[in-house]
């Protein structure tokens, strides 16, 4: 493919990054956003899942901001499948980083699989900011791994101490997986058409939160985009 002959598989001394800048970058943005694991396993613990499941959560879904979707939903009364649904059209956008990862890293077929795990909002994030493919792959695959060693070991923690932690919702400790997914996409809205559809997004979701059924919002969320891409079309269409 073109991308994959585009990029060059260059060393520090060719003119691309040292391997140990990569590294460091990737740990930085591992372990950040790994220790919020915590709260994870202490939100979903209160929610009312089992320490199984709130484990189970973090090791096969891997993707925060769809994590924190589901137990929020589930603990405002939200109907399972809707909560589900929601969690899954926020996963959806990973399917998209996966169709450009996947011609940036060019890893053989049999590791695709248990790559595919790890793509996520931080593993794009880092990887795509690689000039080369050498570096895109350290910062892919120390991204990921100590994101997900992290995140696995603190939401067990947060889900063990949560008991010792009494009222969740007053240490407002679910509001941290969000915010770091803010703080990471933020930087990446760049045009307007990508400012519009966040802000749609956020007005949709917070608009008709009081009005609809938990989860229900954030499907709704989903359709800032079309809309966004209708109107610029349609504004294009009568020049």
């Known amino acids: 493919m073109a991308e994959q002959t585009a990029l060059p ?4 001394d060719d003119g691309g990054r040292p391997d140990a800048a990569v590294v460091r970058d990737a740990l930085g943005v591992g372990v950040a ?62 399917a998209f980083y996966g169709l450009r990862l996947s011609q940036l890293l060019a890893l053989p077929r049999a590791v695709r699989p248990f790559a595919a795990q790890w793509v ?9 900011a690689q000039p080369t493919r050498r570096s895109v792959r350290i910062g892919f695959a120390v991204t990921g791994l100590s994101l997900y060693v992290l995140w696995n070991l603190t939401t067990l923690l947060g889900a063990l101490g949560a008991e ?11 509001a941290a997986g969000p915010a770091v997914f803010l703080a990471l996409l933020a930087p990446m809205l760049k045009t307007a058409t990508e400012r519009a559809v966040a802000g749609l997004a956020v007005l949709l979701g917070l608009g008709l939160l009081p009005v609809l059924p938990a989860g229900v919002p954030v499907l709704a969320a989903a359709l800032a985009a079309p809309l966004v891409l209708w109107v610029q079309g349609r504004r294009r269409g009568n020049r």
């Open 9 to 12: 598989d260059s060393r520090a």
């Open 33 to 94: 956003v790994g220790l919020s694991g915590f709260a994870f396993g202490v939100t979903s613990a209160g929610s009312g899942l089992t320490l199984l499941q709130t484990c189970a959560l973090s090791l096969l879904v891997f993707t925060g901001a769809s994590q924190f979707a589901l137990v929020g939903a589930l603990a405002a009364g939200g109907n399972p499948l809707t909560a589900a649904a929601g969690a899954f059209f926020l996963g959806v956008r990973n």
């Open 120 to 128: 996520i909002d931080e593993t794009a994030a880092v990887a795509l």
């Open 164 to 174: 010792a932690i009494g009222d969740t919702d007053a240490w407002g400790l679910d």
